[in-house]
Each structure stands twice: as C-alpha cells, then as structure tokens.
C-alpha cells in the first residue's frame, strides 16, 4: 500500500474515525482555483483527494460530472495541466494523499510508462483506471509498480465473489465499493441489508479499507454510508456546487460543504 494512503487510514484508525474521500475535476470550473478548491476540502475535513483526469467520453459517469469534464475539456485543459496542479499542491501539503481517476485513453496517449511516472514524479499517489477490468490490469502492473503508483480497484453490488477475490489480490490502498447500479450522480437512499452483506463478504477477502461511493450528496446519507464501511467518496454533489459558486468565495463555499460533511460522519 502506498505509504501517504496506508499512514492515513492507520491514522484515522486510531481516531476510530472514517476515510473522506472528495472527487473533483481538474479544471472545472476555473483551472487557476483547482489548487485552492483542494486546499479547501482538506482544510474542512477531506482525508483522500481524488482529481479527475478531463476525458471526452467518461461512460461511468451521470451528468453532472459528464458536464465538469466537458467544460474543463472546453477550456484546453490537459493532462499536464492536471499534473501541474498536483504540483502546486504538493508545495504546500506533502501528507495528503491524491488519487488520479481517469480513464485508460488519457494514459495510453503518451504511453502508459511515461504517464504513470510522470504522475508520480507530480506527487501523485495512485491511480483509479475506470475503464481498467482486472482481467486487463496485468497490461499495467509492471507500469505502476515501477512508478510506485497504487492501482485503487472498484467493486459493484454486481461483482460475483470469485471476481471480488480476484479484485482484493490486486488492489492497493483501498478497494473503491460503488454503492449503485449505474453511473454516478444517482442518490442513494438507505442503507439496504443487502448493501451491508455486500459490503461483508468483500471484506472477508481483503485487509484494505473499503469506502463506498455514488450517491453520497449530503451529511445525512454521508453518515449512513460511513457506518458499514471504512470511509464514504463523494464526487457529483462537490461538482455540482462549485459550479453552482463560481467566482472568489467558490473554495469557501465548497469547504463549508465539506465541513458539514465531515461533522456528519464524525457524528
């Protein structure tokens, strides 16, 4: 496990306190605030930041993080932008670990060597390769593995159990649970049995944390999420926001969010 993310997790451990994991898009809205955006979630309480790679065609997404992707697309933002704001941060924060999620298309333009170990020479952590099944991942092991960055796997409530353990052998850092059928931007409602079983039989096949995402667009399913896993991922409901508060106060403004988020969960 990379140590930035196993540090964090054993840390939040000791507090008996859960993983907060924020998604946004590099670039959306406003490339120069991206920086400062993350600055913000982690001031008020995020744990893992993960920073979208801008993609043409994000199949795995609904529509409001479709929509983030197409106008950082529409403003020339590219993969060197997204590493260069992974750089500037850095400047500032060495502890928090950053989880890049794109799809396959973005690494693959330059080469999977290159771009990995460029990642991880910004002051990347890991990698979330959503359109990566792991019957494909062995393409990339050796990649990752020489640019020290940890592939992060997802698991769905669709996932048989051989394919789980399959998953949980390779994964690093923590194994991503998406809570839904679907894309993500669909609420998630309650806590149903049968997400809690799934939940269970996943981690009888793994020691990583398991944090569940999709659907996750306020404090309250926050909380109910946190409660059957080690932490919650909550993407669409920061996109929609920030682009709802453009302007000077949109890193203020999405760290109150934040904060109620985490209080919520710390509850």
């Known amino acids: 496990m990379n140590t930035r ?8 451990k000791s507090q008996n306190r859960k993983a907060l994991i924020t998604y946004i898009c590099a670039g959306d809205p406003d490339i120069q605030k991206t920086t400062a955006v993350m600055q913000s979630l982690v001031k008020n309480g995020a ?3 993960e920073l ?13 993080i479709q929509a983030a992707n197409e106008r950082a697309l529409a403003r020339n933002v590219s993969f060197d932008d997204c590493l260069d704001v992974v750089r500037e941060f850095r400047q500032t924060d060495t502890d928090t670990p950053i989880v890049l999620m794109g799809y396959l298309n973005s690494f ?6 290159i771009a990995f170990q460029q990642a991880k020479n910004s002051g990347a952590d890991a990698v979330i390769l959503v359109d990566c099944p792991i019957e494909a991942l062995p393409d990339y092991e050796k990649s990752l593995q020489s640019a020290q960055l940890t592939p992060i796997l997802l698991c769905s ?5 051989e394919r789980q353990a399959k998953i949980a052998e390779k994964a690093g850092g923590f194994i991503y649970f998406v809570s ?3 894309i993500t931007g669909r609420e998630q409602a309650e806590v149903s049995d049968e ?8 981690r009888a096949k793994t020691d990583l944390p398991i944090c569940i995402g999709f659907g996750i667009r306020d404090g309250e399913t926050a909380k109910k999420m946190a409660n059957c896993a080690d932490g919650i991922i909550i ?8 682009y709802e508060n453009q302007g000077e106060k949109m890193p203020e403004k999405i760290g109150e969010f934040i904060a109620e988020i985490r209080a919520a969960i710390d509850a």
């Open 5 to 12: 993310i196993a540090e964090k997790f054993q840390k939040l």
């Open 47 to 49: 744990d893992i930041l």
């Open 52 to 64: 979208g790679i801008a993609f043409s065609d994000p199949a795995a997404d609904g529509k409001t």
């Open 108 to 113: 693959e333009r330059r080469g999977a060597n």
């Open 157 to 161: 409530p669709t996932t048989s159990d």
């Open 180 to 182: 839904l059928r679907g």
């Open 195 to 202: 997400l809690v079983e799934q939940i269970a039989r996943l």
């Open 235 to 242: 993407g669409s409901a920061i996109v929609s926001r920030l």
